[in-house]
């Protein structure tokens, strides 16, 4: 039985922009690790470091859902 995961992302957090409140900062506020930023030209948040703890309260404070916490198959 062979198990694949089609569910993979370059990096930890991903943000669909689609969703993103321009000018939020929700989500970078609560990074103990500082990872998230706000581009200045579009005014919506990005991963700028790929370090993560996968700690998740980006995504649980986003009022959007527009965040993503793409937790490692092994540490679920």
């Not at 939020?24 to 470091?49: Q, R, S």
Request: hydrophobic share 40%; glycine share 6%; proline share 8%.
């Amino acid at each position: 039985m062979t198990l694949i995961n089609n569910n993979r992302a370059d990096v930890p957090v991903t943000i669909d922009e689609s969703l993103c409140i321009d000018g939020c900062t929700l989500c970078v506020e609560v990074c103990p690790l500082d990872a998230l930023a706000i581009n200045p030209d579009t005014g919506k948040a990005f991963m700028h470091v790929d370090e993560c703890w996968y700690c998740g309260p980006c995504a649980a404070r986003c009022p959007t859902g527009a965040v993503t916490v793409n937790m490692p198959y092994l540490l679920r």
